[in-house]
């Protein structure tokens, strides 16, 4: 495993990482999250990405039973949470958002779901138009200073939003944001490589990507159909399925996906391993979060570390002509 800055910070934080999405609590209990956390902290992975929206906050409390469990030394690894959607089935106004009141209630629930005292990295999970950018600064600086988070940052916040957090914590003299987590994928790469562009240089950001695989097309699983069982057939992702599948945008997205396949059997590797691979390429990624709904993906996604010298630059010319 390599580790790379966190931005400009001087956290080192493991190039491929794990999160919870969709996995925990649905298709991943305590037990099996405790191999998954043993197979990860055994190949290097040192930071775990979670959100009170996860499954209503119990995705929160399956990590830390399973870290609990492990008995590693907290010095030994990073845990985030985020804040935005709430964890109540129907939130009332102040559970929700990223008021100075949510943000503060919700940081004080994500330590006690996951057992921790501090939070390594917190995330604004969206940004929130009915909250003042600067309200949102101070609450994050506050916790800051009270030591219950290390560092903050953003998720899919424009990068102008991204600017006036940067530009109002430094008239202030308050912590500026250190990362954002956005998509990046082979197939979703517009954001991450023209919107943000400038912000990589100017404030050092740092990012930890989701969604290497979008979701799980990038392994062509879903080039025949939908598997049973597969993120895409679950209940309550619906919305999912006809975005990935059903749609004109879907059906545009496998085609391209199609494209991939000769690429990764030239190169004999499975497409999982180029997907993921090939996010690693990117100096302006700090860390790939992996999902997986089994041990094996996770074991198989790991690989990618090796192949990345494979993906020379000709290779990266047809992925971008795809
Ligand atoms: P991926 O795009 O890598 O999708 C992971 C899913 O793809 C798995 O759960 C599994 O789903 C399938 N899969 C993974 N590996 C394989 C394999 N080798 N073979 C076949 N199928 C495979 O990542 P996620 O979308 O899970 O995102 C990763 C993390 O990023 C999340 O856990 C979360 O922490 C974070 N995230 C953050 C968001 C944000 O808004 N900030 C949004 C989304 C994610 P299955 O088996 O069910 O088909």
């Not at 999405?21 to 037990?31: C, H, L």
């Amino acid at each position: 495993m390599h580790y790379r800055n966190l931005g400009r910070s001087g956290l080192k934080v493991s190039e491929l990482s794990f999160g919870s999405w969709v996995t925990f609590n649905k298709q991943v209990d305590a037990q099996l999250a405790e191999k998954m956390f043993g197979t990860c902290l055994d190949a290097g992975i040192n930071f775990f990405d979670n959100a009170e929206g996860y499954e209503r906050g119990q995705s929160e409390i399956v990590m830390g039973k399973a870290l609990k469990s492990l008995g590693r030394s907290r010095d030994s690894y990073c845990v985030s949470s985020k804040v935005f959607f709430g964890s109540n089935e129907n939130p009332l106004p102040t559970q929700i958002g990223l008021s100075k009141k949510h943000i503060t209630e919700a940081c004080h629930q994500a330590m006690e779901r996951l057992q921790v005292d501090y939070l390594d990295m917190y995330f604004c999970h969206r940004a929130d138009k009915e909250t003042p950018i600067s309200e949102t600064v101070w609450a994050m600086h506050n916790l800051v200073a009270q030591g219950k988070v290390l560092y903050w940052g953003t998720s899919e916040w424009t990068a102008e939003e991204i600017t006036e957090a940067y530009e109002f914590a430094f008239s202030n003299n308050l912590t500026p944001p250190t990362m954002e987590q956005p998509q990046y994928n082979l197939l979703d790469r517009d954001r991450f490589e023209n919107e943000y562009g400038p912000l990589y240089e100017e404030y050092g950001l740092g990012t930890t990507i989701w969604s290497p695989l979008a979701s799980g097309a990038l392994t062509g699983k879903y080039l025949d159909g939908i598997p049973e069982g597969s993120r895409a057939s679950l209940s309550g992702y619906e919305w999912l399925k006809k975005s990935m599948v059903e749609s004109d945008r879907g059906q545009n997205r496998m085609k391209r996906v199609s494209k991939l396949v000769p690429i990764a059997k030239k190169l004999e590797i499975s497409m999982s391993n180029l997907a993921i691979a090939w996010c690693l390429l990117n100096k302006n990624v700090s860390t790939v979060i992996l999902g997986a709904s089994k041990l094996e993906q996770l074991e198989e996604n790991l690989k990618s570390l090796e192949v990345v010298p494979l993906i020379n630059d000709a290779v990266q010319k047809e992925l971008d002509s795809i």
